[in-house]
């Protein structure tokens, strides 16, 4: 399964946005007729510090009998630079929504540093998709990143190389020292952003790693015996890469000190079958993931569709967490990315629907005494069928 590719194919045609800035303006009086004067100099003030966006979960403990929020927890693969990604910031904006962008590793690399990252048992500079490209790409990318983050979106990780079955030593074989040293190489990559590319302009990154708490492995590959014990090491307490161990939508549960927001199962009423619920598989599902442009208006109403159902049967039922999960890619003439951020549109202004970050539900649920959050997890699933 692909993830966002670095390089988008309208982005060489697309317009360039220059903000012009007024350096004076022009007063006229009688001591002065006809020649021009520069007004007052306002370069001395300094521009305003970014603040992030608060949190918009209230934490607070559920009053007895009372049911909990519903929890919509939009996350993103990869988060290359793209139209996509513009779009969801100001849908976000505007229903006070939060998602979480997961990080590629090889976009904080150009493609001549290519050879500072080494995947688990492959030569230094392979990966299976592409890297940052030029400077002034990799510099786009951390002023897309630092927008989402002071928007307060959360920060994960999508790994690194991308390598996945099919490929030679893909991540579904990869030990925990593997996943260590991925990890590892993600957050140098990060960290060593400048070092690496010789790259002395453009803004820092405005965080650090210390933020990423989670993440989703390259096309969901991996196991918790050999995943979960690198991201505790990682101090990382999430992780949204594992296929769900039963149909329908239920409340997440610890797994080996991790908490694990399974991809969802869940039966599709345009399709009129069980189906998981990620953009690609959609695809997949949908023509084999043929690039078929005009299937686009049919797939985007089948993804919608799917969504509104998952959420109207855990709104009604269970209330369990949605984790809607996609890329940023313009796939199948970008099919899949309208009908999530329609649904986004749709949903988050809705009564006690929140739209947050892994890291904000955890707190919640933390919070909450044990018995209940027990009593939630004991709850059947739903959107199992066209029935419940």
Request: glycine share 6%.
């Amino acid at each position: 399964m692909p993830t966002s590719t670095r390089r988008w194919a309208a982005r060489a045609a697309a317009a360039t946005v220059t903000l012009s800035f007024l350096l004076g303006t022009v007063a006229c009086s009688r001591d002065t007729a006809g020649l021009a004067v520069r007004a007052p100099s306002t370069t001395d003030t300094a521009p305003p510090v970014p603040v992030r966006a608060a949190s918009n979960v209230p934490l607070t403990k559920l009053a007895p009998g009372a049911k909990p929020p519903q929890f919509i927890l939009f996350s993103f693969d990869g988060v290359g630079v793209g139209p996509n990604w513009d779009m969801f910031l100001k849908t976000a904006k505007e229903t006070d929504a939060r998602f979480t962008a997961l990080m590629t590793g090889l976009y904080f690399l150009t493609d001549a540093s290519r050879k500072k990252y080494r995947a688990p048992g492959h030569k230094p500079g392979e990966a299976a998709i592409a890297f940052g490209g030029t400077k002034a790409e990799v510099i786009e990318e951390i002023e897309y990143l630092n927008r989402t983050w002071y928007d307060g979106h959360e920060m994960g990780t999508h790994f690194v190389s991308h390598f996945c079955a099919g490929t030679k030593y893909p991540g579904k074989d990869w030990t925990t020292a593997d996943w260590n040293h991925e990890l590892n190489q993600f957050f140098s990559l990060m960290v060593n952003w400048r070092t690496n590319n010789g790259i002395t302009t453009g803004p820092d990154l405005a965080f650090g790693p210390e933020v990423v708490k989670g993440g989703r492995t390259q096309c969901l590959e991996g196991t918790p015996k050999a995943l979960f014990p690198a991201l505790r090491k990682h101090d990382m307490t999430w992780d949204s890469s594992m296929a769900a161990v039963q149909p329908g939508l239920f409340w997440p549960a610890k797994e080996r000190g991790i908490w694990e927001f399974p991809i969802p199962y869940v039966y599709s009423p345009a399709l009129k079958h069980r189906q998981t619920a990620l953009d690609y598989n959609f695809w997949y599902t949908y023509n084999g993931a043929v690039n078929r442009p005009k299937d686009a208006p049919k797939i985007r109403r089948a993804v919608k569709s799917t969504y509104d159902y998952m959420y109207r049967r855990a709104y009604e039922g269970n209330r369990a967490p949605l984790v809607i999960a996609n890329h940023f890619n313009e796939w199948n003439g970008n099919a899949f990315n309208p009908a999530t951020a329609d649904f986004m549109r749709e949903t988050c202004t809705k009564a006690e629907t929140i739209c947050a970050t892994y890291q904000d539900v955890i707190a919640w649920m933390e919070l909450q005494d044990p018995q209940v959050l027990a009593d939630l997890q004991k709850l059947p699933a739903v959107a199992v069928d066209g029935k419940r």
